[in-house]
């Protein structure tokens, strides 16, 4: 037995934290409770046992509700008193209340049993009903009840005993049985006047049977037997049961606008305010009189993988467009928002979209970056207009060449200006060639440079070169990017390599020189690359230290220990020897070669000053611009994925765009999906081995807040009020019918990607 005092030391527990408690231990398979309650709330219910045996409580001093929805298979025992709504919704507990019992003692009682030691307040046994799939509930009361008991009871059997009720008027109360409709009360000693719809009763064999063979029952849980003798004497008792509707007096039936027509009070308190119209709406109402009106909402809200995504890629719409067959357009959609599907999305990228998936719940995300690779070979034909506009890129990297395509494809003229040899930025000069394919690379380069921007390499931009493009050009975008190493000025710090410097030594074929022992801080993936390029330039044995867990994806740390390399974390560098890194601790661990990779800050040296900064970093206006027609892209604004870097270039371009067109332009976010209004129980279940191919994953999207076409909605409107209408450009679009829509809601509730929403129809306005 589980014993719970609820005051320690004067300080008592509170009903959330006892209920808590009470249900961890039912879950533990505890069965029995002593509660020295102290006016808690709900003891008793619902509960259950996993391996269906009885769990029995004993309670003292309880607050209101005790037993309330109190389950089959459970026995409260209250010694003593209880507070209002003992067994409150009784759903088939067996509840004991030794002493009295407050106001609405099995109040809305559907079954089970509830035992009154003394007396019961007003409204006790209202609204109790029967369920004929079940045993009838039943109330038993030692003494009286107070006023408007058994008020619009329905169903099932009390019991009124009236021991100890002869000084009073009635053991019934006042205004009893109140539209009671169905049930049975018997009870023993004086009553007051009773409504016209029910009848007194006396008893028959079959109900002297029922009473003779509860009460012993009754007597003993309530620790009363002696009173046997007492109450078994049939001929004090009487029975109450409810006229049927055959035998009630009929009435005059007159209708809502009858009554409003000829028995309201024209000068009423409100006809000054609220004139009467006289017209009846009916609990079914359509058009103008609906409470609710519905809205499709196609593509209002984002789903989770465009909203994670920097560049706000709208997968769910690719996805849908391959299921409707359009291969080529979907493919060719995605290049609207990067020139890099398959080096960055199906590459590179961490994909937030994939890790935000509202499928991950339910199986495996949608392959979504593997999708980007199918967009490789798309080519999109140059804009038939030009602008006359000529825009500048400074920075060849992925947010510069986002912004020149884009600004391309607007018909403007663009050059990128490059300081290195080649176009690429950190995908040509810094990740892995095992981990990007080269050619993959250069043949989204070359659809940059086949849209028609010009490529200008070996071009670094100092202040003069800046002010000499700044005049030339319509407008310039700043995409220098991040290449200069972070390096902490620790003891020996001018022994370190910078990260960034030995990848792109790699890349460029140079074969840096590198020890037998290597040791590289930081433990993210440009950790993981450097590791893999010691290893490759000649390394036996490389340790990744860092600061904090590692960053790193899952396969990309497991690639590193594959080869023999070690993780070692939490490591805080005091020294940088000969002969390895000192720890923090005065440990030594051993390497020849310390490679730092803990990020980059961007050279700005070139810009003029005043402009507003955040350490290293450029704080931009809300439209990118950071000078008048000079607007800043990705790393130079503050570290980020690449992913990052072509949201901010795809939003430059169109401020560009916007500033030479002598207009303004502020980039907009769409809403998340509320994860309440998506419905994945219509999607199976898929095995990681079964998935499709990524082109084919249109049969797993659930399509969040863009409509996927699937109908159901069309087929599910019982008023078939819901039709689908062809629209300009191939599109279509789901309309209601106000003539025909009740406002049921029930195409809100089985559209599984969210697109309809019930509104009040006092808000359509």
């Not at 769910?316 to 080529?328: C, F, M, P």
């Not at 700043?478 to 003891?491: E, L, N, Q, S, Y």
């Not at 960053?551 to 020294?575: C, D, N, S």
């Amino acid at each position: 037995m589980l014993r719970v005092s609820t005051v320690d030391e004067h300080k008592r527990m509170s009903t959330q934290d006892l209920l808590l408690a009470i249900e961890a231990a039912v879950e533990k398979g505890e069965t029995d409770f002593y509660i020295e309650a102290s006016g808690q709330h709900d003891i008793g219910g619902p509960l259950w046992n996993k391996e269906g045996k009885k769990l029995t409580f004993k309670v003292s001093n309880p607050g209101q509700r005790v037993g309330s929805m109190c389950l089959p298979n459970t026995e409260i025992l209250v010694e003593g008193s209880a507070s209002a709504d003992v067994g409150w919704l009784n759903a088939g507990g067996r509840i004991v209340v030794r002493g009295d019992a407050g106001d609405t003692a099995a109040h809305c009682a559907a079954a089970g049993t509830v035992y009154i030691g003394g007396r019961a307040g007003t409204r006790s046994g209202s609204l109790m009903k029967h369920d004929p799939l079940y045993e009838a509930p039943e109330l038993w009361v030692l003494k009286s009840v107070g006023s408007f008991s058994f008020e619009f009871m329905g169903g099932g059997k009390a019991v009124v005993c009236g021991h100890d009720s002869q000084d009073i008027a009635s053991v019934m109360g006042e205004r009893s049985c109140v539209g009671m409709v169905g049930g049975a009360v018997y009870f023993r000693g004086p009553v007051g006047q009773l409504p016209k719809d029910v009848r007194l009763n006396p008893l028959d064999d079959e109900d002297i049977a029922w009473l003779d063979a509860g009460l012993d029952d009754f007597l003993m849980a309530i620790d009363q037997p002696s009173l046997r003798s007492e109450l078994c004497d049939w001929s004090q008792w009487q029975k109450i049961t409810p006229l049927p509707f055959e035998e009630r007096g009929q009435k005059e039936v007159v209708s809502l606008g009858q009554f409003r027509s000829k028995e309201w009070i024209p000068s009423g308190i409100f006809s000054d305010v609220a004139p009467d119209d006289f017209m009846v709406n009916g609990l079914v109402a359509r058009g103008d009189y609906r409470l609710r009106v519905p809205m499709w909402q196609n593509a209002e809200y984002a789903a989770p993988c465009e909203f994670n995504c920097p560049a706000s890629i709208p997968t769910q719409r690719r996805l849908n467009l391959l299921r409707e067959g359009n291969v080529e357009e979907a493919y060719r959609m995605v290049l609207d928002y990067t020139p890099f599907p398959g080096s960055v999305c199906g590459s590179v990228c961490p994909n937030p979209c994939m890790q935000s998936c509202t499928r991950t719940d339910l199986d495996s995300p949608v392959q979504i970056g593997k999708l980007g690779s199918c967009s490789a070979d798309i080519t999109v034909d140059k804009p038939k207009t030009r602008t006359g506009k000529h825009i500048g890129v400074i920075g060849g990297g992925v947010g510069g060449l986002t912004a020149a395509w884009q600004l391309a494809r607007l018909g403007h003229d663009v050059t990128v200006y490059e300081a290195d040899s080649v176009m690429g930025g950190k995908l040509e000069q810094v990740i892995p060639r095992a981990r990007l394919n080269h050619d993959l690379l250069r043949k989204e380069l070359k659809r940059i440079e086949d849209m028609g921007v010009t490529f200008v390499n070996n071009c670094p931009v100092d202040a003069k070169k800046f002010e000499e493009l700044r005049k030339k050009h319509s407008a310039l975008v700043v995409a220098t990017g991040g290449h200069v190493p972070r390096i902490f000025p620790w003891p020996g710090h001018e022994k370190i390599v910078a990260g960034i410097d030995f990848l792109k030594a790699i890349n460029k074929g140079e074969k840096p020189a590198v020890p037998d022992s290597v040791i590289v801080i930081g433990c993210g993936n440009a950790g993981m690359d450097a590791a893999v390029g010691a290893y490759a330039m000649g390394a036996k044995q490389v340790t990744c230290i860092d600061v904090q867990k590692p960053a790193a994806f899952a396969h990309e740390i497991e690639h590193v220990e594959g080869l023999g390399g070690k993780l070692v974390w939490p490591v805080q560098t005091k020294e940088v020897t000969d002969n390895g890194i000192i720890t923090q601790e005065g440990t030594l661990i051993p390497g020849k070669m310390v490679i730092i990779t803990i990020g980059e800050s961007p050279d700005l040296s070139y810009l003029p000053e005043g402009l507003e900064k955040f350490r290293e970093w450029i704080v931009p206006k809300p439209d990118l611009s950071v000078m008048d027609g000079v607007f800043a892209v990705g790393d130079v604004i503050k570290p980020g994925l690449l992913v990052h870097a072509i949201g901010t270039g795809r939003d430059a371009a169109f401020a560009a765009d916007a500033f030479v067109r002598g207009e303004t332009y502020t980039p907009e976010k769409k809403k998340l999906v509320p994860s309440t209004r998506l419905h994945t129980a219509y999607f199976a279940k898929c095995h990681d081995r079964d998935l499709p191919t990524p082109q084919d994953e249109f049969s797993r999207c659930v399509s969040c807040g863009t409509c996927r076409d699937c109908k159901m909605c069309l087929k599910s409107c019982p008023e078939k009020a819901i039709d689908r209408k062809e629209t300009a450009g191939g599109g279509f679009e789901y309309v209601s019918d106000p003539a025909r829509c009740i406002g049921c809601g029930i195409c809100a509730g089985i559209c599984p990607c969210g697109i309809w929403t019930m509104y009040p129809n006092w808000d359509m306005s």
